[in-house]
């Protein structure tokens, strides 16, 4: 796919009652991660986050290292110690330039496990770290199935909650975050399997009444007989259920929305029904 200046930025217009509410930028950042090129891939990542301004940035999964391990070696050779890894560093001192939060998906060595992780750090430094909780397909060869809990962090403009690609399909992953506190859920993702988490995070939205931002990968990884191409179609949804934007399915790009959290603040339906008040938590079995 093609790869260079391919740098699409959307920014919405102004909004002309900004004066009433308190707004935020968000975006993602959309690439190919070449694999094994950990600071070509870090540096290609903060070019594409020049390009644009925005208070919350979102990565992909494991965006420095790329995906398709083929050894046990070769993980742990590029995972790296969260908070104290050279990408979570650059990512700090990133932040701080910027003034912006960022979330990314890294690969973590922690003793002897390897986690597939995500942190999010902002110009404080180090905010908290996530260790993806469903390991998809050949990833539970490579990484311990994560023991953290989900993350809910509150950034300034709003309280931001964590998940990796294939937590998608465990609606309690969501769910979770959302009775946590969560106005926005961030996604790095590395998606496979066509259209379904483009679905799901719509619905995991509209049930939950909060902005899900997904910040998926492009390209494709052919290191053994199994070639992976990862779908693109990145996207930002509000706590209605609409798509703000969504990206091609093979550009890099970042892209940045304006959006009210307070939006998801409110989860009331209609004046009689309230997407969390309204749980009905005896009859279910979870
Ligand atoms: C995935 O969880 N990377 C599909």
């Not at 679905?199 to 939205?205: E, H």
């Given at each position: ?10 920014i ?6 900004k ?22 891939n ?6 594409l ?10 990565l ?38 910027q ?24 110009p ?132 940045v ?30």
């Amino acid at each position: 796919m093609a790869r260079g200046p391919l740098i699409g930025l959307l920014i919405s217009p102004p909004c002309p009652f900004k004066l009433s509410f308190i707004t935020m930028h968000i975006g993602y950042v959309q690439m190919e991660p070449i694999f094994g090129e950990v600071e070509r891939n870090l540096h290609y990542a903060e070019v594409l986050m020049g390009k644009g301004k925005a208070d919350l940035w979102v990565l992909p999964e494991l965006f420095a290292t790329g995906y398709q391990f083929t050894a046990q070696e070769e993980v742990a050779a590029l995972a790296e110690p969260i908070p104290k890894g050279s990408t979570t560093q650059a990512l700090i001192s990133f932040a701080r330039k910027q003034l912006c939060h960022i979330v990314a998906g890294l690969a973590e060595s922690h003793e002897s496990n390897v986690y597939n992780s995500a942190v999010l750090v902002g110009p404080s430094g180090f905010l908290a770290r996530y260790r993806k909780v469903h390991l998809f397909s050949e990833e539970k060869r490579w990484f311990s199935p994560g023991d953290t809990p989900f993350p809910v962090v509150d950034v300034g403009e709003a309280k931001v909650g964590i998940m990796i690609c294939f937590d998608h399909f465990f609606p309690e992953a969501a769910r979770t975050l959302t009775l946590r506190g969560a106005e926005i859920i961030v996604h790095p993702a590395n998606l496979v399997m066509p259209v379904y988490a483009q679905l799901t995070m719509r619905a995991r939205a509209i049930e939950n009444g909060v902005f899900t931002v997904t910040a998926n990968r492009v390209g494709s990884e052919a290191r053994t007989d199994k070639t992976l191409h990862f779908t693109g179609e990145s996207q930002i949804v509000s706590p209605s259920g609409d798509v703000l934007v969504r990206s091609s399915k093979d550009k890099e790009e970042a892209t940045v929305v304006e959006i009210d959290p307070a939006a998801a603040r409110d989860k009331s339906l209609n004046p009689y029904n309230d997407r969390l008040a309204d749980r009905r938590v005896d009859f279910y079995d979870i």
